[in-house]
Nanobody, 122 residues
Framework: QLQASGGGLVQAGGSLRLSCASS????????MGWFRQAPGKEREFVAA????????YYANSVKGLFTISRDNAKKLVYLQMSSLKPEDTAVYYC?????????????????WGQGTLVTVSS
């Protein structure tokens, strides 16, 4: 139901925009989140946006650098990433929370995309 795209190789300081396309009928009422998992590390929260975009949360490590947004008409959620660092290298996953809330808890999300790899070179 969720298809993430937009990953790739970028130099440190560069930017990327990830997209997540949903096929769910409930997309406009789902809360959406981005998570990432670096090699050898646990999955971590990156950003979340409520169904109406009224609430948005970011991990402290990306606050001011990444921007999450959504287009309910197109059933898309975006993650604009700027000033990328090598430590941002990870597989990025989008996820949907049917409660409609923006939440940082991974276990609140029922649906997960397949992930897109972001590699930041130094």
């Amino acid at each position: 139901q969720l298809q993430a795209s937009g990953g790739g190789l970028v130099q440190a300081g560069g930017s990327l925009r990830l997209s997540c396309a949903s096929s769910a009928l409930t997309f406009s009422t789902d809360g959406m989140g981005w998570f990432r998992q670096a090699p050898g590390k646990e999955r971590e929260f990156v950003a979340a946006i409520g169904w109406s975009a009224g609430r948005i949360y970011y991990a402290n490590s990306v606050k001011g650098l990444f921007t999450i947004s959504r287009d309910n008409a197109k059933k898309l959620v975006y993650l604009q990433m700027s000033s990328l660092k090598p430590e941002d290298t990870a597989v990025y996953y989008c996820a949907a929370d049917s409660s409609g809330l923006a939440t940082m808890r991974g276990r609140s999300y029922s649906y997960w995309g397949q992930g897109t790899l972001v590699t930041v070179s130094s």
